[in-house]
């Protein structure tokens, strides 16, 4: 029996099952072929002789994580081409990475950054173009905030997008002036108002991205990602990629908004594809983000009176959206941070589906950030699912932090309620949007919720990992929990999660990956 045909089976670690039920302490799972065929204890599992087997004693068994919000595609394509600017630990920091850019870059070629957190920078405000102008005078600038929905420009940047003092808000954007009315640089999410003469990536970039993206997902014990936002060039890549071999994980596609008339044309349907690549939500936005003061709020910000966030549609649109999207048979996803965004979605869900019932439509509130008691009720009656990313807690919550600046106290506890959605039985999915990519560091995240009551167990944060995102995506018969029948993505970590302190949970570090019984990642080789 040649290896590739031969069982494999890990003997000894602690699993976590994805389906809520305790701990196994020393277990086996034995896998056959693409499949799960039995799992249980060892000394009461019979080891199939000719076995490849192993021993995984003193770590963690997971089925494959599954990032139910992510932005794949493009994260590949940054760690091969942009300047990255996530780790810089000042505002001065950033401007010398991008003065270093600069340096190596012909005149004229673009600068492309991404990533940066003022809130984690002692200046503790946004870069402007004043600061970029006398680093960057002959080469364009643009530099995105972590959340992607703010970006700051240069003065060259401007002049070649036309962007000038007379520019004023459109679609729900903000283009931000200074006192003396001239424009600092900074566009809360109106960055479509440059991406225009922006140079377009090609397909070859886009594929390999896909390949570098894999291999990072795969290293982080991550083995399915729900891509946020794509359009026509960028699902192309992904068949691409599949074709050749650069897709490694699985991967369910949400729509954007421009692409959705042609997906309905088609009679296109949620799910549409196979068990590695398929069509999914139809991705809708209704307003910005918590960091670039544009998540649309029921009161202003705490640390900003004079702005309650942005409406990036008008309510009765957006329900329009979510109504096509549903009568059409397609899973809405819809992007909403504020209470109001919120609130606004719900009552688009439920016009929806008083006008043409439906059952299990697994309509999804993506972050779903600020959530009222009675907001989360109406979540739970709907069926909607909320899929949410508990590494923004480890980025961004807790005393003095960006959450505590932006909604103060009293809103701050109204953030990221997993425990009161939990306890409703409502079936949260957990992602990352990137910010940063980490399964491990999003279920630390969760566990450790700086506000006591939101907290949730490692147990629940798993599912929520796992079991609960592929829910979200309709695939929990195939994946997301490790059971007999199922297809074997597993994914082992090198402690065990259930003995160490849970505030130690994000150092534990992916020592296997296995997509379909193959294993696609091993530390040690």
């Given amino acids: 029996m040649s290896l590739e045909t031969c069982p494999r089976v890990l003997v000894g670690g602690t699993l976590i099952d994805g389906t809520g039920a305790q701990a196994v302490n020393d277990s086996i799972v034995i896998i056959e072929g693409d499949y799960i065929e039995a799992v249980g204890k060892r000394g009461e599992t019979l080891i199939p002789e000719g076995s490849e087997v192993y021993d995984v004693t003193g770590m963690t068994v997971l089925p494959g994580l599954i990032d139910s919000h992510c932005h794949f595609i493009g994260m590949g394509v940054a760690m ?4 990255l600017l996530n780790d810089t630990k000042s505002l001065e920091e950033a401007r010398k990475r991008v003065a270093r850019r600069v340096l190596d870059a012909e005149p004229g070629e673009w600068i492309i950054g991404k990533g940066y957190d003022e809130a984690k920078w002692p200046e503790n405000r946004y870069l402007n173009r004043y600061d970029l102008d006398s680093i960057s005078p002959d080469n364009p600038v643009m530099l995105s905030r972590v959340c992607g929905h703010l970006v700051t420009l240069n003065s060259l940047a401007m002049e070649l997008a036309d962007i000038t003092k007379d ?17 600092t640089g900074i566009l809360q999410d109106c960055k479509y108002l440059v991406t225009h003469v922006i140079p377009p990536t090609s397909q070859e970039t886009y594929v390999d991205g896909l390949r570098v ?77 918590l960091g670039a003061h544009t998540a649309a709020l029921f009161e202003c910000y705490e640390d900003d009176p004079e702005t309650s966030g942005l409406l990036l549609e008008e309510p009765e649109v957006m329900a329009e959206h979510i109504k096509t999207a549903h009568v059409y048979g397609n899973q809405a996803a819809i992007h909403a941070i504020g209470d109001l965004a919120v609130e606004h979605v719900i009552d688009g869900i439920d016009a929806a589906i008083k ?4 059952k299990n439509h697994r309509h999804r509130i993506e972050h779903c950030e600020i959530t009222s008691a009675q907001q989360i009720e109406r979540i739970k009656q709907l069926g909607i699912i909320p899929a949410m990313q508990p590494n923004f807690i480890g980025e961004w919550s807790g005393p003095d932090s960006m959450y505590r600046q932006r909604l103060g106290e009293r809103r701050d506890r109204m953030s990221n309620q997993y425990r009161a959605m939990l306890d409703e039985d409502i079936p949260v999915a957990f992602g990352s949007d990137g910010m940063p990519f980490n399964p491990i560091y999003g279920i630390w995240s969760a566990v450790n919720h700086p506000i006591k009551q939101n907290r949730i167990t490692l147990i629940e944060a798993v599912k929520c990992y796992t079991y609960n995102s592929a829910f979200a995506g309709f695939q929990e018969d195939h994946v997301g929990s490790v059971e007999v029948g199922k297809l074997a993505d597993l994914a082992v970590f090198d402690k065990d999660l259930t003995e160490i302190p849970k505030e130690e949970i994000r150092n534990a570090e992916c020592y296997m990956t296995l997509v379909n019984g193959k294993i696609l990642f091993h530390r040690d080789h």
């Fill in 80 to 83: 091969k081409t942009k300047l």
């Fill in 167 to 183: 520019t004023q808000d459109t679609e729900g954007g903000h283009v931000v002036k200074d006192e003396n009315g001239e424009n």
């Fill in 213 to 289: 993206a894999s291999d990072h997902a795969l290293s982080l014990g991550c083995t399915g990602v729900h891509d946020a936002g794509l359009g026509h060039d960028e699902i192309q890549a992904y068949q691409t990629a599949l074709a050749n071999g650069n897709l490694k994980v699985r991967a369910y596609l949400m729509v954007k908004k421009d692409n959705h008339k042609d997906i309905y044309a088609l009679g296109i349907q949620t799910g549409f594809g196979n068990r590695m690549l398929q069509i999914g939500s139809m991705k809708l936005l209704i307003d910005g983000s």
């Fill in 355 to 358: 006008e043409h019932p439906r």
